[in-house]
């Protein structure tokens, strides 16, 4: 794992320079560093917060991905890629890309809901050695987890992510678990807890995300009383201080406030995403922002390479860079973050 991680953090490095070169200079030495994939649209969940589930299930096939996957890598032999959803899981053929990665050296993790990391699943997860597993879990009490995510999986999510923890253990493997939630107005008075749950169960860390406007539930989901808000960032603030491995930096915790309140902050900072991430969907479009809906390309019917030199994507690139959009849902994270991220994952 350590290797992985001192892999990640060449490419971080080669990144951070070829940006700021291009951001100085206008000179393009850039190239993606990690690959966010979504391979399906299908979901056993039903979450208010998110359209994926309700929109027409479309695949490519594993073959599609693969092929992307092998020309991404001869831009860089260090890249990252995550796979999530929908419910990646569900996928017919995932993991047959999964199993590409691991034969082709290609440093991957998996975003899933948890209720598919069943005895099976997980065994051949371990076997094909990911970096992370982040599973996305936002209340530990059936009632709210129901009326987030529509279904009744909790207890069979809870059962899944012990049998993964003692597996882990007992392998002795380095995979880094992470647990990711949504900060919403259902679940803000049990964000304490479950950052407890994390540190008791021995993930690598906790990552909160504010819900975003993305269905008309979301803007009820987002009527936050804010001195509530502002009781439960202290906290949680509080808790990173003293050893929670909360992994939003404070900075990003003190932004949710401007978020929920909907107060448009003065955003001055250059937008280094189109410059380090790739977007790639269901369909096979590609995107220079998971926020901002344009499409460069399509990788069923285009090379990634061509995708990459086409004039659109420089002129969308130069203008995403000064982007003002205020995306506090982009968890933003010190260095420190980072360094305490990397050397929890090393020490494991």
Not at 14 to 35: C, E, Q, V
Not at 117 to 122: A, D, F, R, T
Request: aromatic fraction near 8%.
């Amino acid at each position: 794992m350590s290797s992985k991680v001192l892999n990640l953090a060449i490419c971080t490095l080669r990144s951070s320079i070829s940006n700021h070169i291009y951001i100085k200079t206008g000179l393009d030495f850039t190239s993606p560093a990690h690959i966010y994939a979504q391979l399906n649209y299908q979901c056993n969940s039903k979450c208010k917060m998110c359209n994926e589930w309700r929109v027409k299930n479309f695949e490519l096939p594993a073959t599609i991905w693969n092929k992307t996957l092998k020309e991404l890598k001869l831009l860089s032999s260090n890249l990252k890629v995550s796979f999530a959803g929908g419910e990646a899981l569900l996928k017919r053929d995932v993991f047959e890309i999964f199993e590409f990665c691991h034969k082709e050296d290609i440093i991957f993790g998996l975003t899933t809901n948890g209720s598919l990391l069943n005895n099976g699943n997980v065994e051949r997860l371990m076997s094909l050695n990911p970096f992370n597993i982040n599973i996305s879990l936002d209340a530990l009490d059936s009632k709210t987890y129901q009326e987030i995510r529509g279904v009744t999986y909790l207890e069979q999510v809870k059962t899944n992510i012990d049998y993964l923890m003692d597996c882990k253990e007992k392998k002795r493997s380095k995979i880094a678990i992470n647990l990711k939630s949504i900060v919403c107005k259902e679940n803000l008075f049990c964000l304490d807890k479950i950052a407890e749950y994390a540190k008791e169960l021995k993930f690598v860390g906790v990552t909160f995300q504010p819900v975003i406007e993305t269905t008309k539930e979301c803007r009820e989901m987002m009527k936050i009383d804010q001195k509530q808000l502002l009781q439960m960032i202290d906290k949680l603030i509080d808790m990173k201080k003293n050893g929670f491995n909360i992994m939003n930096s404070e900075y990003n915790m003190r932004r949710w406030l401007n978020h929920f309140s909907k107060n448009i902050e003065d955003h001055r900072k250059t937008c280094t995403v189109p410059l380090r991430n790739l977007y790639i969907l269901p369909d096979g479009n590609v995107q220079l922002c998971d926020y901002i809906y344009e499409s460069i390309g399509n990788i069923n019917c285009d090379n990634i390479m061509q995708i990459l030199k086409k004039e659109k994507t420089k002129k969308l690139k130069n203008d995403l860079i000064n982007c003002k959009r205020s995306c506090v849902y982009c968890v933003q994270r010190t260095i420190k973050d980072y360094a305490s991220l990397a050397l929890k994952v090393i020490m494991q």
